[in-house]
């Protein structure tokens, strides 16, 4: 009983630091364009802001884990929210831009290492009949932050626009203090890896994966990522620019996509691939996906705002979970392998598609969106071509 009720306060620790890291990255969505605005800047160095966080994540996201095996999983946890709560102090103290990208690359490296950490403490502290509830409740709590966030984010700088980023550090040192007087180490020293390669990312295998068997399904997550990007990195600041909204309007619209995507990830994109297949789900996500982008332009008032947005995220929302599926499905390698690689390829995505949408917002605030429609419906093309072609070799496909 003794056990079992540890086990639960462990899981109540780690949930709430997932909560305190999504909930930190929602609140700071919103303001970020009001910061950018205020130094100056315009949209490139907001995309490039955006996909700072997403690279490093990229880069130093798979050396966590492998750290974690060597010095255990407590240090590797209470390192990722002390980066994590100072990156979010610095940000709010910001005076200058390079101090903004310098916050976003600290988090991004050390904020990485939260995630991976706390499912592996899950893994070492519960038993396979009790891990699919632990793991469940990690995805609970980190989807919670990230519907709450953008709400109370745009809510708390009314005021201050710093407001956000205070609070998000001060909730990550109570998470930091849980963890280090509460939190007991599951990983003793005599189980800990002593050999074994501790790297960064290597792209060299990511290039190699494009021509395994599911090397199409791969390129479809990067290019399909690098079109609804589009919209996920450039709306805050277009909602500011365009439509003029502060960042309460901002806050509450990216809550709503929050709400919207979840329900759309977690409970329809089930019955969609069950009734029509994961092809014809990718396949129509695509092409309704790419319309559904220029419906945004056409929206004006705050009721047409949420309504197209809702409709698009919620669309687009069964592209990757169906994407991935079928990765998992054609896949000669582990599981595990396909999955990073898929995740791996779904973060390229979110590196270069804002800094694309950046980039082109500054030519013309609705170049992004338009672009993101030609984007997905070049995906929904290739899908055409590659979704029959085998399992999806890209050599192969191309050969025909």
Known sequence: MKTRTSNRRNLYILSFTLVVVMLGFGMVIPVFPFFIERLGAGGSAFGLLVATAAFTELIFGPLWGSVSDRVGRKPILMIGMLGYGLSMALFGLSTELWMLFASRALSGVLSSATLSTAMAYIGDSTSEKERGGGMGALGGAAGMGVILGPGLGGWLAGDSLSMPFFVAAAMSLVSLLLIALLLP????????????????????ELWRALWSPIGGFLLLAFVGTVGTSNFEAIFSLYALDVLGYGPERVGVILTMVGVVAVIGRGLLTGLATRWWGEATVIKGALL???????????????????????????ITAFFRPAVHSLTSQRATVGQGAAMGLSNSFVSLGRVVGPIWAGAVFDLDPNYPYVSGAVILFIVFLLSLLWMGAGKMNIASATSK
Do not use: C, M, N
Not at 290 to 312: D, R
């Open 185 to 204: 180490e599951t990983l003793p020293p005599e189980a800990r890896a002593v050999k074994g390669k501790v790297s960064l990312v290597d792209f060299r």
């Open 288 to 314: 309704a996906g790419a319309v559904t982008f220029l419906f945004l332009l056409l929206a004006k008032s705050y009721i047409a705002v949420l309504l197209t947005t809702g409709l698009f995220v919620l």
